[in-house]
């Protein structure tokens, strides 16, 4: 299907920029019913939005051929987060030559912007804040005003700029035409279209049996000390030219970023607390391909836009399906293929497998990349680099030369030491991590109802799966006992956290004097014993016990009975005792 003629200087633009086939939004747009009517569009991130808006609002804007004057405003766009207006500044500067289109969005200098409203302008595209300052200051006239766009809608909302968009839409003429753009159509989206559109056309171009067809999700579970490791293991795995990494916070922004800068990667952080400058030097840097990994926060990163981006990493699990989506949205547009990878701790196999079927999405759950996998891969790449084409030229008589004085082996090393030179060194992570879609075959079994943690011996907890034979179970010890006042209520937390197991994968604990003696689940005991030969000297040390029975409980009485904490002669008096008065 190729483009409907829209306006000559318009379809001049799409041939230029090679789009001869709409994309559905673009189609659904331009159809007969919608034209010149209010529009309330639900499209996916990446599907060409804004040249829809751009195509729809033509007509309205130039009903006699072209556009009139510069003076107020005949449309107005208004988008959630800055990037996304300059972008979508830069996408309607092009399809409407010869415009003078207006941006006003925080970070910039409000005087120029205000100089160049005065000055008289075709369309306005900033963000909620901006746009409502220019509007207080009477720097920005509406009067004039055709045609209004909301980009993103449903973001804006949730970014907290309701008011200030209904503040907008007030000023605005009641003849005007209102195309509402949003990946979701929540309540408050319907609510809002309601009350400022009017007869609007429903327009859904989203298959929600397929959440993306251009999108490989992939859920890679790991130890909850390996994520950062992981994270390098991935992003060395697939060597894409463009990633994003996504993080919960603002600090593990900054402590990824770090790291990877350290270990070699050309990366970029994108957070709420840049600059405007800062970040606008962090996406150019991404766009010209001087960093290939940008780290950055949800907010951060919404709207942003990179044509060569194939990796979305989700360094932290999103906190519902509806960020999942749009964390990935950012790959796999227009047309280009992407992959979404989820780092899963495995101690939140779960979580992250409730948020995958939430979403609707197919993931693939598997372990990180190994050292040996990635260095195949090296290997797999080196052999297929285009570097490797015939030369020609002065190249070829330059290769004559160093052959004849030197060996063809210790030229190949030299090749394969300056290949790996720049790579950055992949880190080791367990790879015995049960996928979470994965049906275990160790049967997970509970501890009878009756059964209390109060009656078993001192110093032997269950783990709820104990085998009394040590069957399934493989034995460590740790360098703590009873002397260190060793304690099951912090020794299962140090367990899973330094060797990235759960508590359903820990089996019988019991406390000796000098050490404490304990079970991992044997499909659990390989990554469990990788894991801990990496501790840190400040951490207890950890060894393998053997496969045996656990050894006998060693449980020797006080002198005098037991005598539990703050016991004295006279009765248990905790806190100490306290003068008794009645009320009245």
């Known amino acids: 299907m190729t483009f409907p003629l829209v ?8 041939v230029a920029r090679s789009y001869f086939e709409p994309t559905a939004v ?25 040249v829809a808006f751009g195509l729809a609002a033509a007509a309205t804007l130039m009903p006699d051929g072209a556009l009139p004057l510069p003076g107020a405003p005949i449309a107005l766009v208004i988008a959630p987060t800055r990037e996304l207006a300059l972008q979508v500044h830069a996408e309607l500067a092009w399809l409407y030559a010869g415009a003078w289109i207006a941006s006003c969005v925080g970070g910039m200098d409000i005087r120029r912007e205000a100089r160049a409203l005065f000055h008289g302008c075709h369309i306005v595209v900033g963000t909620p804040g901006r746009l409502g300052d220019h509007l207080r200051r009477e720097n920005l006239n509406l009067s004039a005003l055709k045609v209004v766009v909301l980009d993103e809608a449903d973001e804006m909302l949730d970014l907290g700029f309701q008011e200030e968009l209904e503040f907008l839409l007030q000023a605005t003429p009641a003849e005007r035409r209102t195309l509402m753009f949003s990946a979701t159509i929540p309540h408050d989206i319907v609510n809002l279209a309601r009350k400022y559109q009017r007869d609007a056309l429903r327009i859904d171009t989203i298959d929600r049996s397929v959440p993306h067809d251009d999108i490989e999700y992939r859920a890679m579970v790991v130890g909850g000390h390996e994520v950062e490791s992981a994270l390098i293991n991935i992003l060395r795995w697939y060597e894409a030219p463009g990633a994003l990494v996504f993080c919960a916070t603002r600090d593990a922004t900054r402590r990824l970023h770090l790291a990877l800068v350290q270990r070699g990667f050309s990366a970029v952080m994108l957070s709420g607390e840049l600059s405007q400058h800062e970040r606008t030097s962090a996406l150019d840097a991404l766009r010209s391909g001087r960093a290939r990994v940008g780290v950055c926060t949800d907010v951060a990163a919404r709207g942003i836009d990179l044509p060569s981006l194939d990796l979305v990493v989700h360094a932290d699990l999103p906190t519902n399906p509806e960020t999942l989506l749009h964390r990935s949205g950012r790959t796999g547009r227009a047309g280009r293929k992407g992959v979404s990878v989820l780092i899963v701790p495995h101690s939140k196999r779960r979580r992250g497998e409730q948020i995958t079927n939430a979403a609707r999405v197919r993931a693939t759950w598997s372990n990180a990349p190994s050292v040996e996998e990635i260095q195949g891969r090296d290997r797999e790449r080196l052999l297929t680099d285009p570097m490797l084409e015939v030369p020609e030229g002065q190249e070829r008589a330059d290769a004559e030369a160093l052959l004849a004085g030197h060996d063809a082996v210790t030229l190949a090393a030299a090749l394969l030491r300056l290949y790996r030179r720049g790579l950055p060194t992949p880190e080791f992570v367990g790879q015995n991590f049960l996928p979470a879609s994965a049906p275990s075959d160790v049967p997970r079994v509970r501890p009878e109802r009756n059964q209390s943690r109060f009656n078993e011996p001192p110093g032997e907890v269950s783990g709820g799966r104990a085998d009394e034979q040590g069957r399934d179970f493989v034995q460590f010890r740790i360098s703590v006992g009873r002397n260190n006042r060793a304690d099951p209520k912090w020794l299962i937390p140090l367990l899973c956290r330094v060797g990235g197991v759960t508590k359903q994968d820990i089996g019988s604990i019991r ?25 840190p000297a400040n951490e207890p040390r950890i060894s393998h016990a053997g496969d045996g029975p656990m050894p006998a409980r060693q449980f020797r009485p006080k002198p005098g009975g037991f005598k539990p904490d703050g016991f004295k002669p006279g009765g248990f008096k905790p806190g100490g005792a306290r003068k008794f008065k009645p009320r009245d």
Do not use: C, N, W, Y
């Open 7 to 14: 306006h000559p200087a318009l379809d001049a633009a799409l």
């Open 26 to 50: 673009q189609s659904a747009v331009l159809q007969p019913e919608a034209e010149g009517r209010d529009l309330l569009v639900s499209a996916r991130t990446g599907s060409g939005k804004t």
């Open 511 to 535: 406390v000796f004097d000098t050490d404490t003696r304990f079970e991992i689940r044997r499909e659990m005991s390989e990554g469990f014993a990788a894991a801990i030969a990496e501790l």
